[in-house]
């Protein structure tokens, strides 16, 4: 499985593999019926459950290469070491749990093919942890400074299609925060601007088991990923009070709609 070169590759799909037999199917086939030359790395972080016998279903799918870690890394070594391997021009990242619509690769393709946009993100609906839309959609800018990712992070790791070399350049580290986002902030921080489609191409499931499930911990993170990226004690307390305000919004906002979509299908 996934022995043979692929010159052809354009992206490189880069799922980590931990505790997810139940979902990872729905994932990589999300990947598959895109309408690119692609390849996808699953990468098995030495999962607990039978995930070699979920794997073994696509033994004869040459888009795909099943990896193993010889100790557990964690998501953020993992996605490391899928970029470290990749073979396409992009990489996308996509968690095991989470999953796509089938146009969201082509729409990213477009906005970055003139070579001024190095990321590419996209907005998301919320998804029940059994798999069930919830209504709510967390748009996103079409347009994203640095500044304005200091101040929210509207950039979802499973969204993002980014150039292979720049992701190369910027490593997620500090899992003790979040990685992802210190990533952006550094990509954004350098070459300004990153493009999004507003769009919810991306079905994002919620967990409570998750870094952003537990909001008390991920918002010691966030405060960590502020220090991380090299803010001050108090410039990081300043980020990290205007960070919770927009997640306030953001998520009441969406919360608001969901409410309002589920009224109107009541009606029809």
């Given amino acids: 499985m996934g022995n043979k070169e692929q010159d052809d590759v354009l992206v490189s799909v880069i799922i980590p593999a931990y505790g997810c037999a139940e979902t990872i199917c729905h994932a990589i086939d999300s990947a598959l019926i895109q309408d690119v030359a692609l390849e996808v790395l699953v990468l098995n972080d030495c999962s607990p459950d039978d995930l070699d016998a979920i794997m073994e279903t696509y033994r004869r799918e040459p888009r795909i290469r099943y990896l193993k870690n010889e100790k557990n890394l964690g998501a953020a070594a993992t996605r490391n070491r899928g970029v470290s391997l990749a073979r396409g021009v992009y990489v996308a990242f996509l968690d095991a ?50 500044r304005m990712l200091l101040l929210h992070n509207c950039i979802n790791c499973s969204s993002v299609l980014v150039r292979t070399d720049v992701a190369r350049e910027f490593p997620m580290q500090h899992e003790d925060s979040h990685e992802d986002y210190i990533a952006w902030l550094g990509i954004l921080k350098k070459y300004r601007w990153a493009a999004a489609i507003n769009e919810p191409l991306l079905k994002y499931r919620l967990t409570s088991d998750g870094k952003s499930g537990n909001k008390l911990k991920s918002a010691e993170m966030t405060y960590r990923a502020y220090r991380y990226a090299g803010f001050s004690v108090i410039g990081a307390a300043i980020l990290f009070c205007t960070y919770a305000v927009n997640g306030l919004w953001k998520y009441g906002r969406a ?14």
Avoid: F
């Fill in 97 to 146: 749990d989470d999953w796509w619509e089938k146009d969201k690769l082509t729409k990213q393709l477009a906005r970055m093919k003139d070579g001024q946009v190095v990321l590419c993100a996209t907005g998301r609906e919320l998804i029940t942890p059994e798999g069930k839309g919830t209504g709510r959609v967390i748009g996103v800018s079409e347009h994203i400074t640095y």
């Fill in 255 to 268: 919360y608001v709609q969901g409410t309002l979509n589920k009224r109107k299908r009541c009606k029809t």
